[in-house]
């Protein structure tokens, strides 16, 4: 069994599919030679145990400084109104999150109330699943401090490499390229936010998109890890930089939002919309992807495992189309309307009593 298990390891591993051609795992193996600092693949184990402590941090920056300055903001920590406790309706609504008109009925008959007594029942109870406005603030206060340190971090350890003002620097000497300490510092805490984002996600406020986000954080952490064992951080430390710009802002317009400063909240959506369109639909595809995919081929000779890392590449470009239509639709909304209406990644009300997106 060991034999077999090895021989797979072996196939899996092979340096066909993963390296260039006539290059070896020796060759960039940690410790190979004394010029050359190459990334060790065992430190992508790092961030998982790392990723509980930051959630750790980002509870006590959430209860201790985040939720101060959003209740002084005057955000309210509560809910306005609670469901009376009701065992019938209770039992229902935890065995049927939707509940037809015959329920509905039934439930009205069993409790010799009235159909609009127990819709009303209903609103009640489901509103006290959903986050409050503090909590919602807190979340996007984290991510906003989070985006914001990672951008000015990973733009001071790239402004004095040449691969950020030419990006042909990535594919000269490839594979032989050093990862210096500034460049795994932010390889190691990047991948410990996404991996956090992908424990967290089932406990934060749910969106509309959430299978679409949780393909995100899988796709970021799997190019990453990509990029990390086959020796193309140079390239993986652009994408990082380029995603890093415009989350800032989203997260800040949705704070103004929630703390009630909409002129505020409008003219960082504003800047948002124009940073997002022009990073990710403008610099993300027709600088990066164009050199993965024009320029490296010309420069590197080309190896199965690139493909699927230029593949991931372009799966997160598709991502970026889809949230670009809403964010879009938010844009015309907002025009519309006069202010930024709702969030519209927000998971809505199933009951057609509820007007808008919470």
């Known amino acids: ?14 340096e066909d599919i993963w390296l260039p051609p006539n290059t070896t ?3 960039i193996a940690p410790g190979s030679s004394e010029e050359i600092h190459y990334s060790n693949s065992k430190h992508l184990y790092i961030p998982i ?3 509980f402590l930051m959630l750790v941090l980002r509870y006590c920056l959430e209860h201790y400084w985040f939720a101060p300055v959003g209740i002084s903001l005057g955000i309210k920590s509560y809910r306005s109104k609670k469901a009376p406790p009701n065992t019938v309706l209770e039992k229902s609504y935890s065995l049927h999150k939707k509940l037809n008109h015959k329920q509905i009925q039934g439930l009205a008959k069993q409790l010799d109330w009235t159909e609009r007594k127990v819709e009303r029942w209903l609103r009640l109870r489901r509103s006290q699943d959903k986050p409050s406005t503090l909590v919602k603030f807190c ?8 985006y914001l340190c990672s951008f000015i971090f990973g733009l001071v350890v790239l402004w004095d490499k040449p691969w ?12 032989h390229q050093s990862v210096e300490a500034g460049m795994w510092w932010h390889y190691i805490i990047s991948l410990t936010f996404y991996w956090s984002l992908c424990f967290s996600q089932f406990f934060d406020v749910k969106r509309k998109d959430f299978w679409q986000m949780f393909i995100h954080h899988i796709a970021t952490i799997v190019l990453m ?4 064992v086959t020796n193309l951080h140079r390239i993986g430390s652009l994408v990082l930089i380029v995603h890093d710009c415009a989350d800032i802002f989203l997260e800040a317009a949705k704070m103004a939002k929630y703390s009630g400063y909409q002129k505020i909240c409008d003219a960082i959506f504003a800047i948002f919309t124009v940073l997002w369109i022009a990073t990710r639909l403008g610099v993300y595809p027709f600088w990066i992807i164009r050199s993965t995919s024009i320029e490296a081929p010309k420069i590197v000779p080309m190896f199965p495992a690139y493909y699927i890392f230029n593949g991931l590449l372009i799966l997160l470009l598709v991502l970026h189309i889809f949230w670009t239509y809403l964010i879009l639709k938010i844009a015309y909304n907002s025009l519309n309307a006069g202010q930024m209406e ?3 990644r927000s998971s809505s009300s199933n009951y ?5 997106s919470q």
């Open 1 to 14: 069994m060991t034999g077999v298990l090895q021989s797979i390891m072996d196939g899996f591993w092979s």
């Open 225 to 228: 890890s990509f990029s990390w």
């Open 49 to 51: 145990p790392l990723a």
């Open 164 to 175: 950020l003002w030419n990006i042909n620097e990535c594919w000269f000497t490839y594979p």
């Open 342 to 344: 709702g969030d519209i």
């Open 139 to 146: 979340e996007n206060a984290w991510r906003c401090l989070y």
């Open 352 to 356: 057609s009593t509820d007007s808008k």
């Open 25 to 27: 795992w020796k060759e």
